[in-house]
């Protein structure tokens, strides 16, 4: 059974930066693309990013370009989301997840993410 571990997340003043992490374990067969969602009080859980385990192609949300990084450590299954300049509207929690090849799940980025970590707080505050 996949198990995602987010961690990074807390409290930053506008412009600032942090660094998610994701750490995957228990699952033996192929794991298609890892993304990052997120989810604001009162609106529809969004996705922010993601990156295909085949070719490490990237995809991020229109708002997010150009400040959010997202990466991956093969050797520790580890993805990262490096978040810079900040804004109040990043204010969320951030969910990690997986497409191990369900046929469930939210369809996103041409992925279907399954599998789901527990979520990190991320607030945007002066």
């Known amino acids: 059974q996949v198990q995602l571990v987010e961690s990074g997340g807390g409290l930053v003043q506008p412009g600032g930066s942090l660094r998610l992490s994701c750490a995957a374990s228990g699952y033996t067969q192929r794991y298609y693309a890892f993304g990052w969602f997120r989810q604001a009080p009162g609106k529809e859980r969004e996705g922010v990013s993601a990156?295909?385990?085949?070719?490490?192609?990237?995809y991020y949300l229109e708002s997010v370009k150009g400040r959010f990084t997202i990466s991956r450590d093969n050797t520790k299954n580890t993805v990262y989301l490096q978040m810079n300049n900040l804004k109040p509207e990043d204010t969320a929690v951030y969910y990690c997840?997986?497409?191990?090849?369900?046929?469930?799940?939210?369809?996103?980025?041409?992925?279907?993410?399954?599998?789901w970590g527990q979520g990190t707080q991320v607030t945007v505050s002066s």
């Open positions: 997840a997986t497409d191990i090849g369900t046929n469930h799940g939210s369809y996103r980025f041409g992925f279907r993410f399954g599998a």
């Open positions: 990156i295909s385990t085949s070719d490490a192609s990237t």
